[in-house]
């Protein structure tokens, strides 16, 4: 053989397309070799490169320009050597549009009429570097009106920040930000409403799934505020079966709450409410989902947040499942697979639990196994001629997860494999044997979990012959990233931000019998982002309106910088469409085509697995059929949730300050770093009591996009303070109950004097008949720890936001607040 050549199946604007050329033992010294990339019918790109006899290298063409239209591309490679043509081939390439990535951040998820809408857009290749062009941004309204537009808008290194303000009127509902770059349109909603913003959060925390045997189904109810404290109040659960059958019958009970209280939600009697009206009576194994809500009403406004969950039943408490698996069968070669043991209700497995082993049972047949009688798999198994049995056993690690690996006899067809753990078990059944004309075979595995890029990982060969070296080539988004060839049986590579999300290795050599032996991997990566950039605050804690720094490190001078802190609060509306860890990864998803791989029976298969055509005068097996078998391995995401821990200790306040300022969003920043990498800003903290919310983003010429891990918060936070649970509008000459609300997290109750402010924008309503009753004034006993409310009947005089001061006063310590609220003329504006 002379030649193989492997082209990607797609051709994409902004990326090149690579060509990886091997000249075999036959081939002459030296071959010229020229790719072109033709565009109905005429030729748009072309590059032409030597290849030396026995070496293996890629042909990197020019990169199809950004504004290339869809059409009929094709690729042509060709080799000549000495005047005389080697070898031709003409494939198509399928046009693919998506080209680059747009993300579009906002500062918050919702907002009131008349406020700013802070937003961001950022524009990035597929291995993050900056994407600049100009674009055009256009914002809608909920009927698709026009609002305002920015034509050929230029960021820097990709980044453009604008904001507008909402009218004081506007239409309600979902709006959007539409962003159109290189002819194609980005959206991105919002929701104009009028709201209140809720102050406290409510979560359940259960076990994902429940076992047939437990007769209860429990859980943990938590309501907290967003500064920390817990809150105080009533709970009502509600159990109902999840069906698609019947109008399920729940089960409501309603307790008392302070920051967090046990539920349970008895299965016994959710069966029985249920079994008269299902379509499965008496079947007692068989089980529904359990949903679970919880509303926690606080006792001192009356206001209400709620929180639900879905419980799934599993027959046994521990789950086993294979991860990955050989999907067919390379006799003389090792099978190799991964299994993941987990307890049912997710908690960790106990170190006594992992005194127990898992057994592996493999059955190995030289039967030929038809996929038309897959039922009879069971009645079969007895008649089999040389089965042969191996009984493995393996001790659990912590994280449950156990690499699997035994030899493959050398005349085994057909595979089962059982793994067991205590009462669960699983079996997995490989029915193919991989097709090969010199029954040579070649396996390349890796041990690393959780590749990352910039990190180092190993890789190692085997083979049922002798190997002198192997070519390798590493695929992602369909471009040959990095190649090689090597003759040890173990090598390492170093991933690269580019692999992400889905790597493909791709190994190979030609025999001696001028056949091609080959395998591939398919490898997640997850490109490195939090090491960009960091943000931390001076302090953890904080007084409303004290000073405190924040200090952002990147690590390249001249970084474009976007910072957003928030109210935690706005969060419980909805989250903002922020640039996160998560959202970069589901993006750089969007590229991978492949999402599902055939079974792959010949080494013509391999190659299509890492999406390449090939072209070769050696011998390369097909699949003898061609229908798809067999699945994706999932790849599992995992997000903790992370409990804030609750905050105490008293300060002193001597001299009264007013708060007034209460911003949802407090910063919102674009700076660009300097010869230095790292930016320090001082800041006052707003006067809200909550926790705030920083995120941020950074973009440099050459390391790309960097994005914080997760959220740092700074606690905004004092020992006694005042909260105005106001409504979103009141109408004018129309009485409302003004309600003061007072916190006391002091050691010691305290005797408060609360005071509200007289003005001309509204007048108070007398409800005393006593001749020296205060109307403005009230006082009243708060316990430690406790909140109390005092209520002022008012009247509005005047329409728009009028301000409302309330003072409260006591021996140990006093608060002063500002609250504006909305009047409106009547309930029909």
Request: glycine share 4%.
């Amino acid at each position: 053989p002379t030649f193989l050549v492997a082209v990607p199946w797609n051709i994409r604007p902004g990326a090149n397309v690579t060509v990886g050329v091997a000249l075999l033992p036959d081939s002459p010294a030296q071959v010229t070799v020229r790719g072109e990339v033709i565009r109905d019918n005429e030729t748009i790109l072309s590059r032409e490169m030597v290849f030396e006899k026995d070496s293996f290298g890629t042909l990197v063409l020019p990169v199809l320009p950004l504004n290339s239209a869809s059409g009929n591309y094709e690729l042509l490679v060709e080799g000549h050597a000495d005047g005389r043509r080697i070898f031709s081939n003409r494939t198509s390439l399928m046009y693919m549009s998506k080209s680059i990535s747009v993300f579009i951040q906002t500062d918050k998820s919702v907002y009131k009429p008349g406020q700013d809408v802070m937003f961001r857009i950022v524009t990035v290749y597929p291995d993050l570097k900056p994407y600049k062009a100009s674009l055009n941004i256009y914002i809608r309204d909920p009927r698709k009106k026009l609002i305002q537009q920015w034509l050929m808008e230029e960021g820097d290194l990709g980044v453009v920040s604008k904001k507008f303000q909402l009218s004081m009127n506007p239409p309600l509902g979902d709006w959007s930000i539409e962003v159109e770059v290189n002819g194609q349109v980005h959206y991105q909603r919002f929701k104009v409403m009028e709201y209140v913003l809720p102050k406290f959060d409510v979560m359940i925390t259960t076990p994902l799934y429940y076992s047939l045997r437990e007769e209860d189904v429990t859980g943990v109810v938590t309501a907290k505020y967003t500064y920390g404290k817990p809150v105080k109040g009533t709970v009502t659960v509600t159990c109902l079966s999840v069906s698609y059958w019947t109008n399920k019958r729940n089960i409501t009970t309603t307790m008392e709450i302070n920051g967090s209280v046990n539920v349970t939600c008895n299965k016994l009697m959710l069966q029985n409410l249920n079994t008269d009206q299902s379509w499965h009576q008496g079947d007692s194994d068989y089980m529904e989902p359990i949903e679970i809500i919880a509303v926690v009403t606080e006792s001192l406004t009356g206001i209400s947040q709620n929180s639900s969950t879905i419980i799934f039943p599993k027959q046994s408490d521990y789950f086993i499942e294979f991860l990955d698996y050989s999907r067919v069968i390379k006799p003389s070669l090792n099978f190799i697979a991964t299994i993941k043991v987990t307890r049912s209700d997710s908690n960790q497995l106990t170190a006594e639990e992992r005194q127990n082993l898992v057994t592996i049972t493999a059955q190995q047949s030289d039967l030929i196994f038809h996929h038309s009688s897959l039922s009879h798999l069971e009645n079969e198994a007895t008649e089999e001629r040389n089965l042969t049995v191996h009984v493995l056993n393996y001790t659990v690690p912590e994280n449950g997860i156990i690499d699997i690996e035994f030899p493959i006899l050398s005349n085994t067809k057909t595979l089962r494999v059982q793994a067991e753990f205590l009462n669960s078990r699983t079996d997995i059944g490989v029915y193919d044997v991989f097709s090969s004309p010199s029954q040579t075979y070649l396996q390349v595995k890796t041990k690393s979990q959780d590749i990352k890029a910039g990190k180092p990982f190993e890789l190692s060969i085997a083979s049922n012959k002798p190997v002198r070296e192997f070519h390798y080539l590493v695929l992602s988004k369909e471009q040959i990233m990095a190649f090689g060839t090597k003759a040890a049986k173990t090598f390492t590579l170093t991933a690269e931000n580019s692999w992400a999300p889905l790597a493909c290795i791709l190994v190979f050599y030609v025999d001696e019998l001028g056949v091609v032996v080959n395998d591939a991997l398919t490898i997640p990566v997850q490109p490195v982002l939090d090491d960009k950039i960091k943000i931390s605050w001076s302090k953890d804690k904080v007084k409303p309106s004290e000073k405190v720094s924040l200090k952002i490190s990147t690590t390249e001078p001249g970084s474009v910088i976007g910072l957003a802190v928030v109210d935690k609060s706005t969060k419980l509306l909805g989250e903002s469409s922020d640039i996160t860890e998560e959202s970069v990864f589901h993006e750089l998803n969007l590229y991978s085509t492949v999402q599902y791989f055939p079974l792959v029976r010949g080494s013509f298969g391999v190659f299509q697995k890492c999406s390449l055509w090939v072209s070769t005068d050696a011998i390369l097996e097909e699949d003898k059929e061609h229908f798809l078998y067999g699945g994706m391995i999932p790849i599992e995401d995992g997000f903790g949730d992370d409990i804030p821990v609750s905050k105490d200790g008293p300060s002193d306040f001597s001299n009264l300050y007013v708060r007034t300022h209460f911003p949802e969003t407090w910063l919102w920043i674009d700076t660009k770093t300097r010869s230095d990498t790292d930016t320090t800003m001082e800041v006052i903290v707003p006067d809200t009591i909550t926790s705030w919310v920083a995120s941020a983003f950074v973009m440099s010429e050459n390391s790309g996009l960097g994005v914080t891990t997760a959220p740092v918060e700074l606690e905004a936070f004092q020992p006694f303070f005042i909260f105005l649970n106001l409504p979103y509008s009141v109408i004018r000459g129309e009485q409302f109950i003004l309600e003061v609300n007072i916190f006391n997290y002091l050691k010691e109750e305290v005797e408060v004097t609360v005071i509200l402010d007289m003005n001309d924008a509204f007048e108070i309503i007398l409800t005393s008949n006593e001749i020296n009753a205060t109307e403005n004034q009230q006082s009243i006993s708060v316990p430690s720890e406790d909140g109390k409310t005092v209520q002022f009947p008012i009247k509005p005089r005047q329409l728009g936001e009028i301000p409302i001061k309330v003072t409260a006063m006591s021996s140990a310590a006093s608060d002063a607040v500002i609250q504006k609220v909305l009047v409106k003329v009547n309930s029909l504006q």
